[in-house]
Each structure stands twice: as C-alpha cells, then as structure tokens.
C-alpha cells in the first residue's frame, strides 16, 4: 500500500526519511547487537543517543545555557499539574489566558492547587481569535503567566510573544515547537508533548530556566517535581528511550535540511497555500478570519453545510488526503500541516479541494 497524506492533529505525520533510517537501525543500532528498544538506559549507547538529542534541540532552538532540557513521560496534560506544583510560590497567584481548550484544562489544573486567574479569553466566539493582550493586564506579584502558544483545536497562533515584565512566561508550545524560530530567552518554561512534531507520542520535552527549578511546593510528587529530572539528567527513572531516539533523528532531519529557519520558510509557504485557496474558494471558509491569528500548523475549514463537509471528509480520504475531520467542538475540517507534510501535499489537498468545488457547485 502507498503512504497517504495524513493530516492527523496528533499523533502525526513523520519525515519519511526518518522512518527509513528507524527501519535501517530497528534490528541492530550500531555496534550495539542490538535494538535501541532493547538498550538498558544507562548504557553508554544510549547516553550518547539522549546526549545528541538535547544538543541537537539547543543547536536548533537556540537555547540558552541557564536553561535545562527535560524528557519527560506523561503528555503535555502532565505539565498542566506540574506548572502550578513547582512555579507556585506562598502566594499560590497565577495568570491565564484561555484560547482554547488545552488553555481551559491547563487553567483548571493550576486553579486545584491556587489562584489561576483568567485575564484574557476568546471563549466567546469558539476561540477563533487572540485575545488582545496588553501590559496591564497581568497581576504584577503573578508567580507566572500561562498561554497556550499554538492552538491545535482552533488553529490559532500568537503573533508576538506577550511581555509579562520580570512575571516568567509559561508556554505550551505542543503543536507549533521546531516551527519556527523563537526566543528561548523570553520564557520561563516551554513545554511540548512530542507527538505533533517532534517525535511518536510518549516524550514531553521541558524546557525551563534554572532558576525555575528548586522551587516545588511541598505537596509535590517526587515524579512531578522539575529538580527531580534536572539533577538526575531525565533518568531519575527510564525515560521513554525510543521516543527520544526518533525525536534525535526528526532533530538530524531539521538540520540537514537547513534547520528552522528553511523549516519556517516552508512553513510560511504551506500555509499561504491553504489560506490563499480558503480565503478565495465560494465553498470553503478558514474558522479564523484575522490572518495575523492564523496557526502554521493548524488550519481548520468549513462548507456552509455539514453533508457537504462530510461528503468532503469521506471522498478525501478515497483520494489518500486522512484524518481531516475537524474537533468535535468546531466541525468541519482540519488540515494539521507539521514540518512532516511537504509542500507537494499540501498542494496536492488545495488541487483536490479545487476539483471539489467545481464537482459540487
Ligand atoms: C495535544 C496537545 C496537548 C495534550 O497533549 P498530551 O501529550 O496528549 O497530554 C496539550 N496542549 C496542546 C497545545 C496540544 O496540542
């Protein structure tokens, strides 16, 4: 059977060429005799797999040194308690904006454990926007500042980073991480489950300032607290050692074919691809009108009817373009268009969505 474009939210899509290269190495890795499933994770094997990995994601991200990279189990859901249980101080005050629904859950989890005010929310209208957020806005004494960089669901992006002032930033950066550039140094912690363009499912990866860690409330889990992880270098147990190793190849991909910054023009271009078509199709609409709050990775569609856009799911999928169907909380459609999907098939849905159009008019 041939490969299909597969425009899954997460789990997705990885570079073939990294699934080759799993498949050349799955039965014997190296030297070793063996595959890294079977390594002990203490070897020294696998230490230099998980030693690349992180100095692959520094090179790429640009990280600073005063911040620490973790691998961690337990999805990005995890974060949602961790945050709050190691950024709280006595005060226990934390700010939210909530864009959707990984905001509203992450919210909910920090609000168990203090004050997790809400200072900003697009709720009233499906999240189909930013909020515009201004200085003033936050709780100056906050212990930190929650976003959701990248909304998944609702195909939103922040423009800018906010600028919390001396209130360190928190954000879930899931679904847009190694996208395109950022600046490390203007966040308190980012975090990402690694399903949507890192890696398969399995590994979080943290990104926190040192002088984050150290700090946890006394409630804590031994397995949620960040110094846990940081002292023992992310084997204080076995880490999810497979997963780090796809995400060492997704890491050697990016950079043999240019890093982020090709990745983001790539990206730029995918999505002025889809938006272009979206905004001039008469059956098509993007759920997210502002351009400037438009998602890279994201993009959700409708018709003005629900036979339609279930007529358009099922024939998609015939043609080799899956998992389309949109969240069940906004309908329609959704193209996820990580760093995985080439050009060509973002192309080749927009040509489909084209001759759909004319066959349905
Ligand atoms: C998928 C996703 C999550 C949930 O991730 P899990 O790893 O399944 O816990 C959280 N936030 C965002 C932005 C996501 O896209």
């Not at 080439?342 to 080749?348: F, H, K, Y």
Request: hydrophobic share 40%; proline share 5%; net charge negative.
């Amino acid at each position: 059977m041939n490969r299909v474009y597969n425009f899954s939210a997460g789990p997705s899509a990885l570079p073939l060429p990294v699934l080759e290269k799993a498949q050349a190495e799955l039965v014997c890795y190296g030297n070793s005799g063996m595959s890294v499933m079977e390594m002990s994770h203490r070897s020294s094997d696998y230490q230099k797999i998980i030693d690349d990995c992180e100095a692959l994601l520094r090179e790429l991200l640009s990280i600073p040194d005063n911040y620490k990279v973790l691998f961690l189990q337990g999805g990005a859901s995890s974060q949602f308690a961790m945050i709050p249980l190691n950024l709280y101080t006595e005060k226990k005050k934390a700010d939210y904006i909530l864009t959707g629904l990984w905001s509203k859950k992450a919210q909910k989890e920090a609000a168990r454990y203090g004050d997790a005010k809400i200072i900003a929310s697009s709720d009233d209208k499906v999240f189909n926007y930013i909020p515009k957020i201004d200085k003033s806005m936050f709780t100056p004494d906050a212990d930190y500042v929650h976003i959701t960089y990248n909304n998944t669901i609702y195909g939103t992006k922040y423009a800018e980073v906010p600028d919390t002032g001396d209130v360190p930033l928190v954000a879930d950066m899931s679904s847009c991480i190694l996208s395109e550039p950022v600046d490390v140094s203007k966040f308190g912690i980012i975090y990402a489950g690694a399903q949507k363009n890192m890696a398969p499912a399995g590994l979080t990866v943290v990104i926190i300032r040192e002088d984050l860690i150290g700090k946890a409330m006394d409630i804590c889990p031994t397995m949620f607290n960040y110094e846990t992880h940081s002292e023992n270098g992310s084997m204080f147990n076995t880490p999810p050692t497979y997963t780090i190793y796809i995400c060492k190849l997704v890491c050697e991909w990016l950079k043999e074919n240019g890093g982020i910054d090709a990745m983001h023009k790539t990206n730029l271009k995918k999505a002025e691809i889809i938006y272009s078509f979206l905004d001039s199709s008469e059956m098509f609409s993007a759920t997210v009108a502002d351009p400037k709050d438009r998602s890279l990775m994201n993009v959700p569609f409708v018709t003005d009817s629900e036979d339609l856009n279930a007529k358009f799911i099922k024939e998609a999928k015939e043609a080799g373009f899956v998992n389309l169907k949109g969240h069940r909380t906004v309908g329609g459609m959704r193209a996820s268009i990580y760093n995985a999907m080439p050009v060509e098939g973002v192309q080749a849905l927009v040509d489909f969505m084209k001759k759909f159009e004319a066959e349905n008019k």
